[in-house]
């Protein structure tokens, strides 16, 4: 069916465009609250990109899975989450992602109550969201953990709308509004990460919270498998 920006005619000047504006600018003062509390609180270096080159992703998987066969069309495509990615570096440079942030704003219906307007068919936001997750966890498959998360709000993410489940379907049916850093099951096939979805929007202090604790997590993973002192500041290193 249609999606959201054909549902309401254009997003240019649109309430749905201000919505997502105010979206991103929460996510923004988040992610700056949780980089000065990981660096408050640990000595590491970090790192923020926009961006994950799918090259980059193939290089990585092919270094530690050889015997199998990897493929992306161009060079120049990449993932690129609305949060970006927050990683530790170690003493070589070398990324470790400790946060992978999604924003979703996702339904109209509630618009068009207001407006005496029948309701119309519900977005596909979730659907566009599928294909990142499957990329991150894939790129991930040499950890342990999955330090993604997704936030989002909407009226299609009220308790009562069956959209719900469609995030559930992406989570590998794991519950709602839950961190989930350390994959779970028999060789820890379930990297399900943390998916926070409800009608009201998420608080800079929500977000933050639980983008922080998920960073923390995920360095305490990196400095349990590799070691703490890997990834120490060293004073001649900038942050």
Not at 128 to 143: C, W
Request: hydrophobic share 35%.
């Amino acid at each position: 069916m249609a999606r959201k920006h054909q549902l309401r005619e254009q997003r240019t000047g649109t309430v749905i465009n201000l919505s997502s504006k105010k979206q991103e600018s929460r996510l923004g003062k988040a992610l700056s609250i949780v980089e000065e509390r990981l660096r408050a609180e640990f000595n590491v270096t970090l790192r923020h990109e926009k961006e994950w080159k799918l090259a980059d992703v193939i290089s990585k998987l092919r270094t530690h899975f050889p015997d199998v066969e990897f493929f992306c069309c161009f060079d120049t495509s990449a993932m690129r989450p609305d949060g970006g990615i927050l990683s530790i570096l170690d003493e070589d440079g070398t990324s470790y992602p400790v946060l992978i942030v999604e924003v979703k704003n996702q339904g109209t219906n509630d618009l068009r109550r207001e407006e005496g307007m029948p309701p119309q068919a519900r977005g596909n936001a979730i659907e566009r969201l599928g294909k990142n997750v499957i990329g991150f966890r894939t790129a991930m498959l040499n950890e342990c953990i999955i330090p993604f998360v997704c936030f989002g709000d909407g009226c299609d993410f009220a308790e009562s709308s069956s959209i719900r489940d469609r995030v559930v379907t992406i989570a590998m049916f794991g519950p709602l509004n839950k961190i989930q850093v350390v994959n779970e099951g028999e060789h820890s096939r379930f990297n399900r990460g943390s998916f926070f979805f409800r009608e009201k929007p998420w608080t800079v202090e929500e977000m933050s919270e639980i983008m922080s604790e998920i960073a923390r997590r995920s360095i305490h993973y990196y400095y349990a498998k590799y070691g703490e002192e890997r990834f120490q500041l060293k004073l001649d290193r900038p942050r």
